[in-house]
């Protein structure tokens, strides 16, 4: 069955930087669109990061925008998220997510927590 595993989530001061992945499973990885989420407390979950199958094609909220960098190595099912510059405000529950044969997946999330 799918499986997204998120790691690399931890607590960081502002300015600093971490890099976050998430390793597939149960499915055609290579074949996916694969996004980046998080949900901060109290807010809705939202959506940072989006990179297409080839790795080609990336996008971006326009609150991460030139400090986040979205990646993925088809070879190992993983996909990462690059955090530079980080901020009180990115604090949040980052998931990976992709959705397959019409059916949404969520990992279980890791946490990042900006703080001095």
């Known amino acids: 069955q799918v499986q997204l595993v998120e790691s690399g989530g931890g607590l960081v001061q502002p300015g600093g930087s971490l890099r976050l992945s998430c390793a597939a499973s149960?499915?055609?990885?290579?074949?996916?669109?694969m996004k980046w989420y998080r949900q901060a407390p109290g807010k809705e979950r939202e959506l940072v990061a989006t990179?297409?199958?080839?790795?080609?094609?990336?996008t971006y909220a326009d609150s991460v925008k030139g400090r986040f960098t979205i990646s993925r190595d088809n070879t190992k099912n993983t996909v990462y998220l690059q955090m530079i510059s980080l901020k009180p405000e990115d604090t949040a529950v980052y998931y990976c997510?992709?959705?397959?044969?019409?059916?949404?997946?969520w990992g279980q999330g890791t946490q990042v927590t900006v703080s001095s």
């Open positions: 990179i297409a199958v080839s790795g080609g094609s990336t």
């Open positions: 997510h992709t959705r397959v044969k019409l059916t949404n997946f």
């Open positions: 149960g499915f055609t990885f290579s074949s996916y669109i």
